[in-house]
């Protein structure tokens, strides 16, 4: 076997010609469409058209043109079948033994913010597709090519043997159907989005890889980083690595967390996170302010943890930030003389994020879970809560002062590990208690990390109380204000506890697990 004739059609033109020209050097017919078939025939290469092919125009506007015996019959013919052998030969036709196809740039198309419906529709390729699939189908023979990385690889085989090897055929024929499961993927997507059915029968994504990490949360699990394809500016994915090592799995997952958090606030903030939950975050006047709060929060856990600010760090937070190892920075932007202080730690990891979308305007995103044998999918968590939305359930209502700290205390608490209680004051979390079996517990470690600064703080608990018990136990560290969903059958000890000790509390009708 050898490579003796090619179907070149590409919408990304970049090598093509240069590539296309090396095969006819070798001797092999080039065959072409469109707007491939006018550039290689400027650029001097020998082509000749699909209607020569086909001996059909192509018609409606290029929407038909290579969906035709003539091409298909050439692509799937079993080349030592010898009915497929004869009826080839009856008819006339002749073999197709590479394709080079990449299509419609329809990605490309429903990023534009003012892409219409109808154009959306016309960059849904449908015969270039359908060459792929049979090209790939047939690959025992036929060489198919999508990438043009590979364009290097097929050059080196043919000019070495005159035809690819097995082993490269079978390679480029999984990354075909790969790359067209990818495309049709996207057109679900946004054909559904279009008809509001988010959650359809059959549930197909596709991410595109960022990078192979060195492992994933211990040494011995592979793992790799992938992105949506359409993912919008603001996040882990997009952000711009300045400096520093290469990020792992829980730098990333930890890096996701912590900008979770950072989203809910408007203000200058600063999130400390540590294993997926806050250890400190602060607000203030400035991001210098804001970072010293974060700090102050949790001063040992916040050591080899992750910061997220959502102010452009200037040199003297650089300067507090560079004075404690940290694995990770992440920030809208750097002052110069910012990263001429955190760049002289070689380890430290800088993302720089560019704009963030205000708290207010964030939408909910799909969340896909895996489970053994499946995966959930669930909106993701972006309700916001007003003090129009609160139920004020006790004799005394907060003071001004603890209706602040109250509802800055409920945007965090949502973020930590269910069952959790959150300690908040002076514009700062003063205790954190995550991930524990029951609420009681969880109020414990809170308040224990908390100590003095639990007096006159307000706590806020992301789930009801079952009963009084977490009120009590508030009361006995001076917590003053407590903000939790409502909603248990046994409120009214929780209400009476509450007022038994001149405690505030207010319902918020909302629920925060996060397990």
Known sequence: MAIRRALISVSDKSGIVEFSRELANQGVQIISTGGTFSLLQKEGVPVIGISDVTGFPE??????KTLHPAVHSGLLAVRDDEEHQKAMEELGLD????????????KETIAKPDVTYEDAIENIDIGGPTMLRSAAKNHAFVTVVVDAGDYATILEEVKAQGDTTLETRKRLAAKVFRHTAAYDSLISDYLSKQMGEPLPETYTVTYEKVQDLRYGENPHQKAAFYKKPLAAAGNVTTAEQLHGKELSYNNINDANAALAILKEFD????????HMNPCGVGIGATIHEAYQKAYAADPTSIFGGIVAANRTIGADTAELLGSIFLEIIIAPDYTPEALEVLTKKKNIRLLKLGELSAAGERKPKWLVTSVDGGMLVQESDVHSLTEADLQFVTDRKPTEEELKQLLFGWKVVKHVKSNAILLAKDDMTVGVGAGQMNRVGAARIAIEQAGEAAKG????????????????????????????????IKDEESIAAANANNIAMVFTGVRHFKH
């Open 59 to 64: 018609i409606l506007d290029g929407r038909v």
């Open 95 to 106: 073999y197709i033994d590479l394709v080079i196809v990449n299509l419609y740039p329809f």
């Open 457 to 488: 703080a307000a706590l806020a608990s992301d789930a009801f109380f079952p009963m009084g018990d977490t009120v009590e136990l508030a009361a006995k560290a001076g917590i003053t204000a407590i903000i939790q969903p409502g909603g248990s």
């Open 267 to 274: 203000e200058p903030a600063v999130v400390a996170v540590k």
